[in-house]
């Protein structure tokens, strides 16, 4: 079975601060994506990533920046967290092995800003 | 653009009634449809999805999922719920792209 893993399902942070959101696959998939969900919105796409070192912005990147230097880890920045980055961060992967495949998510880190 | 719409934001339903959610959706060409589940505090589980074929897809834990074209919808349904299916439940469209364009969720209430 793949496993999508997040470093931490509950974070509580203070404005200002720098974050670090961490997730790893363990199935050599080529896509990797950040999502947050809220109430209401359902999810929306922070960022994805292609490949290795790639990375393409999603539909609310503002505020956000992603790392990929390793095929299996993706990791989330929060370069200074604020109180409306309050939400559920999910992360999912994917191959494309064989055409479109469906995601793979991770628990989720719900994150709380102070 | 690329977009889905579940019109009910929350579902109330007796255990073992039938359940359908509805789900439409937007797109120029034949999507991928996916639905998933997502249980309380938990990430998102692939329940089915569509490519291709059949339009009636079968799933995980008894669920099954129509795709009719001209009405630009792909509704979950299950014959008989269970309180265990008590849960939040997205639909979402993929393109020829990489993304998928997630519903805002329908909540799902089983009462004894």
């Known amino acids: 079975d793949v496993k999508v893993t997040q470093s931490s399902r509950y974070l509580v942070k203070r404005t200002g601060e720098k974050v670090f959101l961490e997730c790893v696959q363990d199935?050599?998939?080529?896509?990797m994506f950040w999502y947050r969900q809220d109430p209401g919105l359902g999810l929306r796409l922070i960022y994805f990533?292609?490949?290795?070192?790639?990375?393409e912005k999603g539909d609310i990147p503002e505020g956000y920046s992603v790392s990929r230097e390793k095929k299996e880890r993706f990791s989330l920045i929060l370069e200074s967290a604020s109180t409306n980055q309050t939400s559920m961060y999910l992360c999912?992967?994917?191959?494309?092995?064989?055409?479109?495949?469906?995601?793979?998510f991770g628990p989720g880190t719900r994150l709380t800003v102070l | 653009a690329q977009s889905v719409t579940q019109p009910d934001i929350h579902i109330t339903v007796s255990e073992g009634a039938s359940l359908e959610l509805r789900c439409n959706y937007s797109?120029?060409?034949?999507?991928?449809l996916f639905w998933y589940v997502q249980s309380p505090g938990q990430g998102l589980q692939l329940l089915l999805k569509?490519?291709?074929?059949?339009?009636l897809v079968q799933g995980i834990k008894g669920f099954e999922a129509e795709f009719k074209r001209s009405q630009s919808s792909f509704n979950l349904r299950k014959p008989s719920v269970h309180w265990s299916d008590a849960a939040e439940y997205f639909c979402?469209?993929?393109?020829?792209?990489?993304?998928?364009?997630f519903g805002t969720g329908t909540r799902l209430t089983v009462i004894p």
């Open positions: 979402a469209v993929g393109t020829g792209a990489n993304n998928l364009f």
């Open positions: 999912a992967s994917r191959t494309l092995a064989g055409g479109i495949g469906e995601q793979f």
């Open positions: 797109y120029g060409a034949t999507p991928y």
């Open positions: 199935m050599d998939h080529e896509n």
């Open positions: 569509y490519f291709s074929g059949d339009t």
């Open positions: 990533s292609y490949d290795v070192k790639m990375k």
